[in-house]
Every structure is written in C-alpha cells, then in structure tokens.
C-alpha cells in the first residue's frame, strides 16, 4: 500500500457464463476517504467489493488493495480488510457477543475478550451483549455486523449497501460512526442507493452495467454533467410530465408537487407550446442535484449484463 492509496487498481475485468459484470474499472482510494459507490442493481457495485476484499478473483486487470496484489494475494486481502455484506450473515441463533467471539476465533487473535469487549463498546451494545441476533431489530443488526466487521481493526472497510431495510434514525447513527472511523484514518468505501448518504461521501463513483461512468466529489459530478434543470410549479403537473415525455433528452422526475425537468440540450425545451410555459406554469431555473445528474446517468444506453 502506498501512503496516498489504499485501492489502487486498473482495467478490472470479471465476466460470469461469458456475460461481462465489470468492464474496464479503474479505482484510486485514498487513505481515510469515505467513497461512495453508486449505480442501480446489477450494475457491478458487488461483484466490484467481492473482487476488492479477495472473494473474488478478477479475470484480468492489476492493482493493489491495501498493498496486496488483486490477483495473486486476495487471502492476504481478506485477512485485513472488513467486508459488511449486504444480508445480515451472523448467526441468528447466538447471541451479540457470541457471534462477535466467533469472529475473533475466525481471525485468530490472541486477546479475544478484549477485542470482543472493545467491539461492544465502540458500537453501544452492551446492553444488548446477551440477546440473541435473531432478535434484534434491523437497526441493531447493522450494528452487530459493522461491530463484525470491525474486530480484528481492519484498514478498509467494505459495505455492501450497509443500511438498506433500517430505519432513518438508524441510517444517521450508522453515517455517524462511519465518520468517526474516518477520522481515526479508517477507510471506507460503501455502495448505496440512497442520494442523502451519497452526499455524505468524500469521493464518490457511479458505475452501471460494469462500466465506471463518472467520479469525483458530489460538486464536481454535478458540475461536470452539463446537466441544465428548471423546477417547475403550478398548473397540472401531471399533463406537464406527460407532455414532455415526449422530448428525447428530456427527462423528468416529480419532487412532491413540483418537476424537476433536465437537459443536455436546453434548446429543446424551446419547443414546448406557449400555454405551459406561461403562468399557472413557473420555471425556476435551479443548479442539478446528485439525484438529477445520477437519474440521467442510467439513461445512459448501455447493454446490461447480470452482477
């Protein structure tokens, strides 16, 4: 591992019955970086962690994770990242801090009361030490894995679409701990569909379909999308939308009462007929939000294999 990247790899390929799920990935992380991975299912996010983290071995490319090669080192790999997938996979019928011991055993340290005791504390589950995992609700299930994740002190985290199924309160305290982490010179890259968590990320990365499309920080993806978008309110929102359905390369998403109406090509919009342009109708032009720029990225036309 260098001192500037903790990921470091290029042109990773990996292909399943012949059907491409990655294509050409290129992939720099940086020590303490919370990056954001994003793109619609099945668009290579997973199959992308597994070949990070040493599951899974890349048909061809090269690079480094945590200064172990992608290729040839991947049980070095495993050894010493934490991977959270994105099905809670401890046991059901052990408690909390059994299955936190289980995962010591897994990893062979030697101080396995100290580290489970450790894990509880950082994570707030003492009082919840001796209920079985099964039990628990989604919230505190996400806490026992990220506690899993985290017992032999990785580097680099790996989450696999952490808070899908938990509730909002649960998602903060989750982003929460991940940014202390970060300050303690953790690392993390997690994938999300969620647009509030993506902002939350330093970096951020949008694949789909294999293929790595845009990164760089929230500001600069939204800057770099020549991406144009009114907010539009008023009038009948609904008979707007249809209408402008018929545009190519307009794309339209409703956020609550008003659209938001996007282009690359704003001149388009100069073929709207006078009468929705007009009062009850009011057009706002407002800078692209990630959610704008990300909505106009999966109508991006490229074959989709299976993750």
Known sequence: ???????????????????????????????????????????????????????????????DCLGYNVITQSRQIKQHVGYMTQRFSLYADLTVRENLDFMARLYQMKERKDAVDKSIELLGLQDRQHQLAGTLSGGWKQRLALSAALIHRPQLLLLDEPTAGVDPKARRDFWEQIHQLSAQGITTLVSTHYMDEAERCT?????????????????????????????????????????????????VAAFGKALH???????????????FQKPPYQWLRIKPSLEDVFIALVGTEVEAPHE
């Not at 962690?49 to 599951?55: E, N, T, V």
């Not at 760089?216 to 402008?244: A, C, F, K, M, Y």
């Not at 109406?261 to 009468?275: C, G, M, N």
């Open 261 to 275: 109406v996007s282009t690359h090509h704003s001149a388009l919009l100069q073929k709207i007929p006078p009468d």
């Open 203 to 251: 970096q951020l990365a949008y694949i789909l379909y294999g293929h790595l499309l845009v990164k760089g920080t929230s500001e600069e993806i939204v800057q770099q999308s020549g991406l144009v978008t009114w907010r539009v309110t008023g009038g009948n929102p609904d008979e707007l939308s249809l209408h402008l359905h018929n545009f190519p390369g307009v794309q």
């Open 1 to 63: 591992m260098t001192d500037e990247y903790v990921i470091d790899v290029k042109n990773l390929n990996k292909s399943f019955s012949r059907r491409p799920a990655v294509v050409n990935l290129s992939l720099q992380v940086k020590k303490g970086e919370i990056y954001g991975f994003l793109g619609p299912n099945g668009s290579g996010k997973t199959t992308t962690i597994r070949m990070l983290c040493g599951l899974l071995v890349p048909d061809s490319g090269e690079g």
